[in-house]
């Protein structure tokens, strides 16, 4: 089964908001570093930032809206097969990621507050219909939050595979054939 396949294969399942992947290559990991520090200068097309093992690749600003993705890839040294693993992992800009975790803690800490006053409510023998109003709304904003997720992911899902060729033909371009 070939690396872009698995790719595929993950941003068609129901659940992964944030596909990952992972392979094996034969070269020094600080090479492989090198060459993606390279590419900064060398095109216009994507952003490509280092911070020790990790590189990110980012679509530019003027290109970019609310739901483009970024590649965050980790390049690591192997020291049983004497190469380097490369994790790798798509998602949304850090920011958009961090808002939408936050909106769903705080419809998750609204839904157990607000069920847990609607249970203190009907066991006292008290009218607790906002309670469960309320608590049975934070389920349907769930949902909305879940599926905006999913169509955020479907809008970036052309800009995922911009990048995963970018990182592909990146290494390519030193010769490196992995099961990318």
Do not use: C
């Not at 049983?80 to 975790?101: A, D, E």
Request: charged content about 20%; aromatic content about 16%.
């Amino acid at each position: 089964m070939s690396y872009y396949f698995k790719i595929k294969m993950s941003t068609a399942n129901e659940i992964i908001l944030r596909p990952r992947f992972k392979f094996n290559v034969a070269q020094n990991n600080e090479m492989l570093l090198e060459l993606f520090e390279e590419t900064k200068t060398a095109q216009s097309d994507f952003i490509v930032t280092r911070i020790d093992d990790h590189v990110f690749i980012k679509i530019p600003k003027a290109k970019q809206h609310f739901w483009s993705p970024q590649l965050h890839l980790e390049i690591n040294e192997n020291d049983t097969t004497k190469g380097s693993t490369i994790y790798g992992l798509f998602g949304p800009n850090p920011t958009v990621w961090t808002m939408f975790m936050f909106l769903h803690f705080i419809v998750a800490g609204l839904f157990i507050g607000f069920g847990i006053w609607a249970y203190v409510n009907w066991t006292l023998g008290n009218d607790f219909a906002i309670q469960l109003f309320v608590t049975l709304f934070m389920v349907i904003i769930w949902f909305a939050l879940y599926f905006g997720g999913r169509l955020g992911k479907k809008t970036g899902t052309n800009e995922m595979h911009q990048l995963h060729h970018f990182m592909r033909d990146t290494l390519r371009s030193k010769g490196i054939h992995a099961d990318i």
